[in-house]
């Protein structure tokens, strides 16, 4: 059986056009997405960090009540770009959300793309201790019952030896204050 030769040729001719031009579109529209960032107000003033973590580099500052734009999310933090274009990443409570950003279609599908979940601005991050407060600690009467029943989960001097002496570790004596 025998073929036409121009039929491969049409073939290979379309994909070698069409294969580019998907890639090209594809990466522009990947490419464009961080410009679809969600929009925050600063609760606080705060110090913008390199990464998202508390020894990171300082990268900038800034004011409460300044406009900024959420452009990544890594646990509890956020990376915003504030204006005068400053970037780096802040804790998440000292950004308030923006109630346009839940309905813009594209401020929705670029938090699905970064987090694996659409993003909601309803969504309270919660750090810190909450529900106490000076009265409460001032009026606050210990609890014997509950600390003897940690007395469980102590271990023997025995036991603790023979756990120091498989990591090799060595026993230090510390000055106790007065």
């Known amino acids: 059986?025998?073929?036409?030769p121009s039929f491969p040729r049409k073939r290979e001719s379309m994909s070698?056009?069409?294969t580019p031009a998907f890639a090209g579109v594809t990466l522009a529209l990947l490419a464009a997405l961080p410009?679809?960032?969600d929009p925050g107000t600063m609760a606080r003033s705060s110090t913008l960090r390199a990464e998202p973590h508390f020894d990171a580099a300082e990268a900038g500052s800034v004011d409460a009540d300044v406009a900024v734009d959420?452009?990544?999310r890594s646990g509890g933090w956020y990376q915003l770009k504030a204006p005068g274009g400053k970037t780096g990443w802040t804790r998440m409570s000292t950004v308030r959300l923006s109630e346009s950003s839940?309905?813009?279609v594209f401020g929705k599908w670029a938090g699905l793309f970064e987090s694996g979940r659409s993003s909601n601005t309803r969504a309270a991050a919660t750090t810190?201790?909450?529900g106490l407060?000076?009265?409460?600690?001032?009026?606050?009467q210990p609890n014997f019952q509950a600390l003897d029943s940690l007395n469980q989960y102590a271990s023997?001097?025995?036991d603790a030896t023979h756990f120091a002496a498989q990591l090799k570790l060595q026993a230090t004596n510390l000055p106790l204050e007065k």
């Open 102 to 104: 839940s309905s813009t």
């Open 128 to 130: 810190g201790v909450r």
């Open 133 to 140: 407060d000076e009265q409460d600690l001032a009026n606050a």
């Open 70 to 72: 959420i452009v990544g």
């Open 1 to 4: 059986m025998t073929t036409s």
């Open 16 to 18: 070698r056009y069409w």
């Open 156 to 158: 023997s001097s025995g």
């Open 35 to 37: 410009a679809f960032a």
